[in-house]
């Protein structure tokens, strides 16, 4: 059993509701395992982590958290030996279900105990590495909203784009994606490595994580009629066939955008910006799933 250290984010969906300590060592602790559990204390501590778990040599750098906490984790094994594990306790946890990780902890817990290794490719935006997904408009908007919304959950995140989709308005933007040029409206523009955003909201079903390529999904307009049908597709995943926006694959883009637009990595809303380099790294990271 590979040498493995969990980190865990405290704060993260149902972790809150379990001894997420005693549930690891029901499940290592009986096989003898060498493992650590360290905690993050703020934003950003699970990059420090992970990059020290690496240094220390250890094999799997586990994050037990949600998306934030996944992107956190991987951020600080780039570059490094150490292979990313899942345990998810996250409200969307894309990243899992794209990587079939199972959801349930002694599930996952059994799995990460006898992992197969792999690699997948890593994206970039404006030097902001994603593992999932990263995108611009208005999926950037409700994660700017639903940050502040004061709770997590799907129910949080229905309501608040119910809410948020009366208010926001598509921005003109220049596309270069690998020499194709565009000038459209970006109500979405959406650069997916995995499959969906999470909850099993496919916006690129035919992503695959080590193909080398981002696919791209361009939303220009998102009328009632149109916005019925693309949420529709995303829950089934026929978002390509449905027609209801147009795909690319490519492995790097330029975006211009008239005015500041915002953007957002593995659901994370990061600010807004009017120019944006985005970028693939092929199979970069280490996994253990």
Same mark, same amino acid.
Request: charge should be neutral; charged fraction near 20%; proline fraction near 6%.
């Given at each position: 059993?590979?040498?493995? @250290?969990?980190?865990?984010?405290?704060?993260?969906?149902?972790?809150?509701?379990?001894?997420?300590?005693?549930?690891?060592?029901?499940?290592?602790?009986?096989?003898?395992? /060498?493992?650590?559990?360290?905690?993050?204390?703020?934003?950003?501590?699970?990059?420090?982590?992970?990059?020290?778990?690496?240094?220390?040599?250890? +094999?799997?750098?586990?994050?037990?958290?949600?998306?934030g906490?996944?992107?956190?984790?991987?951020?600080?094994?780039?570059?490094? /030996?150490?292979?990313?594990?899942?345990?998810?306790?996250?409200?969307?946890?894309?990243? +899992?279900?794209?990587?079939?990780?199972? !959801?349930g902890?002694?599930?996952?817990?059994?799995? !990460?105990?006898?992992?197969?290794?792999?690699?997948?490719?890593?994206?970039?935006?404006?030097?902001?590495?994603?593992? @999932?997904?990263?995108?611009?408009?208005? /999926?950037?908007?409700?994660?700017?909203?639903?940050?502040?919304?004061g709770?997590?959950?799907?129910?949080?995140?229905?309501?608040?784009? !119910?809410?948020?989709?009366?208010?926001?308005?598509?921005?003109?933007?220049?596309?270069?994606?690998?020499?194709?040029?565009?000038?459209?409206?970006?109500?979405?523009?959406?650069?997916?490595?995995?499959s969906?955003?999470?909850?099993?909201?496919?916006?690129?079903?035919?992503?695959?994580?080590?193909?080398?390529?981002?696919?791209? @999904?361009?939303? /220009?307009?998102?009328?009632?009629?149109?916005?019925?049908?693309?949420?529709?597709?995303?829950? !089934?995943?026929?978002?390509?066939?449905?027609?209801?926006?147009?795909?690319?694959?490519?492995?790097?883009?330029?975006?211009q955008? +008239?005015?500041?637009?915002?953007?957002?990595?593995?659901?994370?809303y990061?600010?807004?910006?009017?120019?944006?380099?985005?970028?693939?790294?092929?199979?970069?990271?280490?996994?253990?799933?």
């Amino acid at each position: 059993m590979p040498k493995t @250290c969990f980190i865990l984010n405290p704060k993260a969906g149902p972790s809150r509701r379990h001894d997420m300590p005693a549930l690891i060592a029901q499940h290592f602790g009986a096989r003898e395992a /060498d493992y650590e559990i360290r905690q993050t204390e703020y934003a950003g501590h699970a990059v420090e982590l992970a990059r020290t778990a690496a240094a220390e040599g250890f +094999a799997v750098v586990a994050a037990v958290g949600g998306d934030g906490t996944v992107n956190e984790v991987g951020r600080g094994l780039l570059g490094t /030996d150490a292979a990313m594990g899942i345990i998810p306790q996250g409200s969307g946890n894309g990243l +899992a279900r794209h990587l079939k990780v199972p !959801l349930g902890l002694p599930a996952a817990l059994r799995r !990460l105990a006898a992992p197969a290794f792999s690699r997948m490719d890593v994206g970039v935006m404006n030097g902001h590495p994603f593992f @999932c997904t990263a995108g611009l408009g208005f /999926d950037a908007h409700v994660s700017q909203h639903f940050a502040q919304a004061g709770s997590r959950g799907l129910s949080t995140y229905l309501r608040v784009t !119910l809410r948020e989709y009366r208010r926001f308005r598509a921005v003109p933007v220049e596309v270069d994606l690998a020499g194709q040029h565009l000038a459209t409206d970006c109500y979405v523009l959406a650069f997916a490595n995995a499959s969906q955003y999470g909850n099993n909201a496919y916006i690129a079903p035919l992503a695959d994580l080590r193909d080398g390529q981002l696919d791209v @999904c361009l939303i /220009d307009a998102l009328p009632a009629g149109r916005a019925f049908r693309v949420s529709l597709a995303m829950a !089934l995943g026929t978002l390509p066939q449905s027609k209801a926006a147009e795909y690319f694959r490519v492995p790097q883009a330029r975006v211009q955008a +008239a005015a500041p637009i915002g953007f957002h990595v593995d659901g994370d809303y990061l600010g807004h910006a009017t120019e944006f380099e985005v970028e693939l790294m092929p199979l970069a990271l280490a996994v253990a799933v």
